[in-house]
C-alpha cells in the first residue's frame, strides 16, 4: 500500500482508489485511517501498537472531533474511505452515540470521541502511544 498514492486519491476524490489488499498489513491500514481522519481534520490522531497488550487487535487509532456531528463525520468519513477501497467493519458501536464511535476492522480498531469522552476514557494512557 502506497500512502502517498492514497494522500493523492483523497484530493482527487473522483478517482477510483485502489482496494487494500490481502498483502495490506495492520499498521499501513491504521496509517490510512489516520490519513483519512485528518482529511476531515480530526484531531490528535493517534496510531497505538497492541501488540503484546491484547489479543483483541494489532493497532488502535484514536481521533477527537470538535462536537457531536464532528464525531460521526469522522467515523462517517472512515467508513467511507474503507468501503471504496472494499473493506468493511466487522463491527461499529455508536453511530447513534453522539460522545463516541468505535469500527472494528478485525486487526485494527478505529475510536472517535469528543474531547470530554476521550479523557474520561484515556485510551492513550491506558496503552501508551508508538
Known amino acids: 500500500m502506497d500512502i502517498e498514492k492514497i494522500k493523492a486519491e483523497l484530493d482527487a476524490p473522483e478517482t477510483e482508489?485502489?482496494?487494500l489488499g490481502d498483502e495490506t498489513t495492520a499498521r499501513e491500514m491504521a496509517e490510512a485511517i489516520a490519513l483519512f481522519l485528518d482529511h476531515k481534520r480530526g484531531q490528535d490522531i493517534k496510531i497505538i501498537d497492541m501488540e503484546g497488550k491484547t489479543d483483541i487487535c494489532d493497532f488502535m487509532v484514536l481521533a477527537t472531533g470538535t462536537s457531536s456531528t464532528h464525531v460521526q463525520t469522522l467515523g462517517g468519513e472512515v467508513e467511507y474511505q474503507m468501503s471504496r477501497r472494499a473493506v468493511e467493519p466487522l463491527h461499529a458501536?455508536?453511530?447513534d452515540n453522539r460522545s463516541w464511535m468505535v469500527l472494528d476492522y478485525s486487526h485494527?480498531?478505529?475510536h472517535v470521541f469528543t474531547r470530554e469522552t476521550r479523557e474520561f476514557y484515556n485510551l492513550d494512557k491506558l496503552?501508551?502511544?508508538i
Open 108 to 110: 485494527v480498531l478505529v
Open 93 to 95: 458501536e455508536g453511530r
Open 127 to 129: 496503552y501508551g502511544e
Open 17 to 19: 482508489p485502489a482496494p
